[in-house]
């Protein structure tokens, strides 16, 4: 349990004292790319968590200026003990492998106070795992986002993504983000984007397709080439649907000369963004040998007007007009650098971002040319037949055995965007937000500590809210001048619960004079928090008084009380005997110097000498000082 020990302390009906707030900052989106980015993490950043339901886990955000909690969107793709989440049967529980993803535009503020906590019972019997960002980039930028587990919650953020299948059309597969749509059929490979009202966009379908172009030679002398129209018919394409991402998987098997090659590769798309992973050894004969290697994106006529930006290149129109070799710059970058090209205007801007390893004769491919139906690197032309600010990478050498495009991601935003933008994007990108984990228990939350005064005794009560491995409550007392805390008794505890549970404890025969109590609460671990202290008052009563017994009759034992004023501290000679009605001392009960203060005392109906005396009636007379007082009671056996 954590080191917080929140409780109210009430001493019979005086005030009660709360826990006072704290000040909150705004509760706003980080105003910049990381709100398109999206947040991937393992089941086993979470151990506490582990073999639990998935569909008890949920995310939550919190508002500091409203004081309120939000349950975000939260997707668990389960991996099981895969690599992987293609998985036909998985086991409904979280695994170390399974993945967790949720949008960075959805963290808040951080929740300082452990006890401040969602309104659901049940969660407050497991930790909670705190989940902090922060912007590597520009200092104290953090955001935060909470994980409870509970059963007695239900699934009610509203997701981002959606899924629409019909087989009747030729592209097929149609997924909505929030910034854009992109439809394609089995192939996987996109030939449909519109960028959303959402960002400012038109809505108007932008492209044309996604290109792919290899060419290979076989045995030295037969050339082949494959582009993307050769997946469409015998490609395998899957999907699995969440909340915060799409993800598709695209597995082809063929023959070139009786030279089997496989293909596979992943789209995930999110609210605001796709990235692609293409997959390598696409050929198992090693007598292929990759040439050229080109994927690009090809625009429609709806992109007439936009601009292109890349690295090196700055305003150059989309207009179906071809563009001068000398106009453009075809350096790329390698690794750690980004290569980014975009297409912005009316329509909405795109953003396409590729991390390259220095391989071949590498260079940007840009073609612009609505009439010849050429491509410009001596390949094929497939799809509408025009090229509108087909732009790309192509790589030419014979050091690309095994690859089939490159991995790549394309963020959708707002129109009309500058260059800087996509240098803004790039950093972002480079520099991902650090991710650190902690997790935090319910702690025993003390809500009343008080105290009753009978007289001489004292009655402590007090109850908790909730409580985690709590082993329960050392019940400490201190005199007034002591320097030491005395240990009462050990009250166990209910170890972890949700539910309000009540303790008592009672302090006897206490002298005249000031008192505190505390609570030392230990953990099962041994760790252990204290109470603050609870000053009680008992004072001296304001005469002498000899109380008639109880039970009267009596057998075998009877209480007798009685009373004896002064200061605290004073002594005084005070003497308790019980007589027979002949008058003869039967037993001496008290006989010594006692304080002033409120005292009792027991008989159990034996004589000095040990034996038991006969059933009859009996006299008890005190004397302290000069105060005496007789009272009679009845044996009965």
Known sequence: MHRYFYFIAIISLCSIFSVTTWAADDYKTWNSPRDYEPIIMKGGDFPAYMGQPVSQIFAFSYNQTNDQWSQIPLQIDECDDSSHFWISDPNNVLDENDELVFMARDMGNIAENVTNWIDDAESKNYVRFEICTADPTEANTMRYLYLYLSSTLTDEATGYMQFDENLAEDLKYTINGVSYIEKHNESGLPQFWAITDAVDGNNVNILDRQKVRVSATILTFVDFGITEDDLNDSAVIEHRTGKVRIASRVQFEGDYYESPAHISFQNYYYPYSITHHNAEDIFSDEGIRVSLLRQSFDLNNSANGMIFHNNENRNI?????????????????????????????????????????????????????????????????????????????????????????????????????????????????????????????????????????????????????TESNNFGFEVQRRKSGASEWQILNFVKGHGTTANPCSYSYLDENLEPGNYAYRLKQIDFNGQFELSQELEISLNAPAYFSLQQNYPNPFNPVTKINYQIPGDPGKRIAVSLDIYNLLGEKVKSLVSQTQSAGYHSIYWNGMDDNGNVVPTGIYVYRLQAGRYIATKRMVLMK
């Open 317 to 465: 129109p989309i207009d179906g007009s071809p563009t001068p070799d000398d106009t453009m710059n075809t350096d790329i970058v390698f690794t750690p650098n980004l290569n980014w090209q975009m297409a912005t205007g009316t329509p909405g801007t795109v953003l396409i971002f590729t991390e390259l390893q220095s391989m071949g004769t590498s260079s940007l491919y840009f073609y612009d040319d609505n009439s010849s139906g050429g491509t410009g690197d001596t390949t094929v032309e497939t799809g509408d037949g025009q090229s509108w600010g087909d732009s790309g990478i192509l790589i030419k050498g014979n050091v690309l055995d095994d690859l089939f495009g490159f991995d790549y991601t394309s963020y959708f935003i707002a129109p009309q965007q500058q260059p800087d933008a996509a240098m803004n994007y790039a950093g972002k990108m480079k520099n991902p937000l650090s991710v650190s984990v902690t997790h935090s228990a319910v702690p025993v939350e003390l809500t009343t500590f008080e105290a009753f005064i009978d007289k001489n005794n004292v009655l402590l009560k007090w109850t908790t809210a």
